[in-house]
């Protein structure tokens, strides 16, 4: 299906130069003298190779449709990642170079929706939010107001973030997927 550039949007597969693109990032440049164009970072979904592309707004690409299932996260195996379809319980394997900083939010049976074009498996969308804990936390630094001022914190899984000055080193909290920020203190 052909659409407009400035359509795109991250999770979309697109159809470039005969090769498959899973699209990852985009960015809308106006520049003050001449039209907009877009910048869209996109990986090869068999190779996993990113490459950057630029288009005007009124450029048209080739918008692949995609399906999507449910699946199950079962295990990691280096850098393969394997994963059961909830439906048919068929399992199949995603490298981490098609995962991505995704990898690093995978849980043990955790259930994540499965893109698929042509019937393969090329991305995965995680849950909004995922639970993990805190492993180094800095100290608070005195005279900081809790309202407005955040702190560095290492995650369970190699992450970094910013939590509130109360976190500290142990306690679960809530962090959101697509941007690493800090949501909530978890409940027990």
């Known amino acids: 299906m052909k659409i407009n550039a400035n359509m795109i949007r991250p999770g979309f597969v697109l159809d470039h130069g005969g090769k498959q693109f899973s699209v990852t990032k985009i960015q809308l440049i106006t520049p003050g003298k001449g039209g907009a164009f877009i910048t869209v970072e996109m990986r090869d979904v068999r190779t ?45 394997t995603l490298t981490g170079d098609i995962l991505g900083e995704q990898a690093g939010f995978l849980q043990s049976n955790m259930v994540v929706t499965v893109d698929l074009v042509e019937n393969s498996p090329i991305s995965i969308q995680l849950p909004a939010t995922v639970t993990l804990a805190v492993t180094e936390a800095a100290p608070v630094v005195r005279g900081q107001t809790a309202a407005s001022s955040y702190k560095p914190a290492v995650l369970e899984n190699g992450m970094r973030t910013m939590v509130p000055p109360h976190i500290e080193t142990g306690t679960r909290v809530v962090i959101n997927t697509t941007d690493l920020s800090y949501v909530e203190r978890a409940k027990n």
């Open 48 to 92: 996993g190779i990113k490459t950057n592309e630029r288009w005007r707004t009124a450029d048209t690409v080739e918008k692949l449709e995609t399906a999507q299932r449910e699946a199950q996260f079962l295990y990691a195996e280096g850098d393969v990642y394997t994963f059961m379809d909830n439906g048919t319980f068929d399992q199949f």
